[in-house]
């Protein structure tokens, strides 16, 4: 059973409309990693947290953003929604021995139509 | 650039069969390398990882994997595979050093004839 839970599982959203997915990691974890997977690919790294700030991103669009709080919950936030932005979001999280390894989350099904 | 490169995209193999997946990765410096596994319908789950040491690595359900850095190849292996080993393999990687992110391969899909 995975320590790290994030809501809602599946969400359907309307093109350029704006989504908010959230993440709770493990208690310790201060990393916390987003990713993209979708259908058929790996997961593609959007951005990293570390003590709330952030410090790392990978090749996406400004309209992706995150926070990260102090009681090891964070959250996605997209905006104006593409269809290409279906995919499964995951959320990662670590303490600060990522070479240990990251603790996944089961994901958010997000659908643009 | 970083990136993981996974030879195999779909792989069908019968039960008993032996299993070797390719991995090969572009990473500057020394890095710690990662097999997780996607099981139909459930989250990511840590196969395995590489951090230093012997570079044969042992994890979880049988499998194990080999470094090797002469060929930036970290390739996963099992002698003799399940039917409840269908599942998606993605290799991954990430420099060791505090905080760094985990770069994923493409992924291949796994699937075991009972």
């Known amino acids: 059973e995975t320590g790290v839970t994030q809501s809602p599982t599946h969400l359907i959203k309307t093109r350029g409309q704006q989504v908010t997915l959230r993440c709770s990691s493990q208690?310790?974890?201060?990393?916390v990693s987003w990713y993209q997977q979708a259908l058929g690919q790996g997961p593609q790294f959007i951005f990293q947290?570390?003590?709330?700030?952030?410090?790392g991103r990978g090749n996406f669009p400004p309209r992706f953003s995150g926070l990260q709080f102090p009681n090891y919950s964070s959250e996605l936030n997209v905006n104006a929604l593409e269809l290409d932005d279906s995919a499964l979001y995951l959320c990662?999280?670590?303490?600060?021995?990522?070479?240990?390894?990251?603790?996944f989350g089961s994901g958010t099904r997000l659908t643009v139509v | 650039a970083q990136s993981v490169s996974q030879h195999n995209h779909h792989v069908i193999l019968s039960e008993a069969a032996s299993l070797e997946l390719g991995c090969n990765y572009s990473?500057?410096?020394?890095?710690?390398l990662f097999w997780y596994v996607q099981y139909p319908g459930q989250h990511l789950q840590l196969l395995l990882k590489?951090?230093?040491?012997?570079?044969l690595v042992k994890g979880i359900k049988g499998f194990e994997a080999e470094f090797i850095k002469s060929k930036f190849s970290f390739n996963l292996r099992k002698p003799s595979v399940q039917w409840s080993d269908t599942a998606e393999y993605f290799c991954?990687?990430?420099?060791?050093?505090?905080?760094?992110?985990?770069?994923f391969g493409k992924g291949t899909r796994l699937h075991i004839l009972p």
């Open positions: 208690s310790g974890h201060n990393t």
């Open positions: 590489y951090f230093s040491g012997d570079p």
């Open positions: 990473y500057g410096g020394t890095v710690n």
């Open positions: 990662a999280s670590s303490d600060e021995r990522t070479y240990y390894g990251y603790t």
């Open positions: 991954a990687v990430n420099a060791r050093r505090r905080d760094d992110k985990i770069i």
């Open positions: 947290y570390y003590r709330e700030e952030e410090n």
